[in-house]
């Protein structure tokens, strides 16, 4: 009975998500309001590909592929904003 017991907890604990997916989440939620130079989205996109690799399940794999599109859209956006700033100078 006691094995049943660790079993059970052992699974529930690796349904959790990684700090770097974590971690590329925040990026993300931050960068869409505040991101000088892009600096938060290609932090972002480095804790998404280090959150990919690192994934022990599913769930924790699909945040991170998430995280990492939306890190590489909000780049192109943020670099297209500097682009036309620069080019209304």
């Known amino acids: 009975m006691q094995d049943k017991q ?3 907890v052992a699974s529930n604990s690796s349904k959790k998500l990684s700090g770097f997916t974590i971690t590329s ?9 505040i991101n000088p130079l892009g600096i938060l989205s ?7 590909g280090i959150g990919i690799a690192k ?3 599913t ?3 699909t945040w991170a592929i998430i995280m990492l599109a939306v890190n590489i859209m909000e780049t ?3 670099a297209a904003v ?3 700033a620069m080019a209304a100078l």
């Open 6 to 8: 660790n079993e059970v």
């Open 76 to 78: 192109v956006i943020w």
């Open 55 to 57: 994934s022990n399940n």
């Open 82 to 84: 500097f682009v036309s």
């Open 25 to 33: 989440i925040v990026m993300a939620s931050v960068g869409l309001l």
């Open 42 to 48: 290609l932090l972002g996109i480095v804790f998404s």
């Open 59 to 61: 769930k924790d794999k």
